[in-house]
């Protein structure tokens, strides 16, 4: 990864100064530089920036505006800045700090503190994206099934809290599909758990392929998925419940598998609707119909 700095300062002799040191230091890969507030928020703007240093008093917009600016936005929020002030006086060196500056240095400054400092935010920087990727990892990992990589059934059910929350709101519809393989025992028996597990990615695969944007799909059991349609009434729902059969009807496996047919029944509810006032009763019809699904002879969807 390519690090960049940014210099604001309006003084010309400044910016060349500070720009000499930190390249004698090697702590970037490139530079950029402005000559005020507006020009330097122009410049955040149109590139990635790892680490700002910012004159306070400069013309047209100040630093003390374009750290308001900066920390204003989401973007810009963990890019550290380190203020360059002329003043030894500490209310502004606080006011810098309370704003949002992550450090401060006093002209004429020395570049073997400057380097220390700028060091440092760049440690620190590097330790919270560190935490972040962490944080994101991990909560893609609690909410990820791990053999198909679908959604798990927690957040199924956060997910379907929300929906449900917006759909009574909103007044719209909200459809749930439960799909359960047909005689999938069979298959692991033939074939053996790994064949089976291949099925369940397969499966998952299809079905990801047939989700809107808007649509969430998970596995809500060992071979039973779920999907969550918002913004969905029955008359929608339904085909592609049948499209999905189709497809999974025709896929063709390779493999130990090949030549096998795997089908799977589905059954479909849709909030609201009479009798489905309710998470709870949503799901349970939804689960009745995949029970009839089965009963007639599987490898269909029912409502
Ligand atoms: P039906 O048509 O009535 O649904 O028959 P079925 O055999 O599919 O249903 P049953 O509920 O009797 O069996 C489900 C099987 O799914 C049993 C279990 O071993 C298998 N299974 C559940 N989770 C997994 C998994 O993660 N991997 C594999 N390979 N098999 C699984
Ligand atoms: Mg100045
Ligand atoms: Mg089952
Ligand atoms: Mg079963
Ligand atoms: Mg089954």
Known sequence: MTLTALVIDD????????????????????????????EGFKV????????????????????????????????????PVIILTGREDRDTKIRGLEQGASDYLTKPFDAGELVARVRVQLKVKSLQDELKRSNDMLRTLSITDPLT?????????EMVEKEFQRASRKGAHLSLIILDIDYFKKVNDTYGHQEGDRVLTILAD??????????????????????????????????I???????????????????????????????????????????????????????????????
């Open 149 to 157: 990589h679908l959604h798990n059934r927690r957040h199924l059910m």
């Open 11 to 38: 003084s010309e002799t400044l910016r060349a100064e500070i720009l000499q040191i930190l390249k004698e230091a090697s702590l970037f890969d490139s530079y950029l530089e402005a000559c005020d507030g507006l």
């Open 44 to 79: 955040l703007l149109n590139n990635r920036v790892d680490l700002v240093l910012c004159d306070l008093e400069m013309p047209r917009m100040d630093g003390f505006r374009f750290l308001a600016m900066m920390r204003a936005r989401e973007e810009f929020q963990d890019v």
């Open 206 to 239: 299809i079905v990801r392929r047939r989700l809107r944007s808007y649509d969430l799909a998970a596995r809500y059991g060992g071979e039973e998925f779920v999907l969550l349609l918002p913004e969905t009434p029955v008359h929608e729902a339904l085909p």
């Open 241 to 303: 419940a049948e499209r999905l059969r189709l497809e999974v009807q025709e896929h063709i496996f390779d493999g130990s598998l090949q030549g096998q047919v795997i089908t799977i029944s589905l059954g479909v509810a849709t909030y609201p609707s009479p009798r489905i006032e309710s998470i709870d009763s949503l799901f349970r019809q939804a689960d009745e119909a995949l029970y009839r699904a089965k009963q007639s002879g599987r490898n269909r969807v029912e409502l």
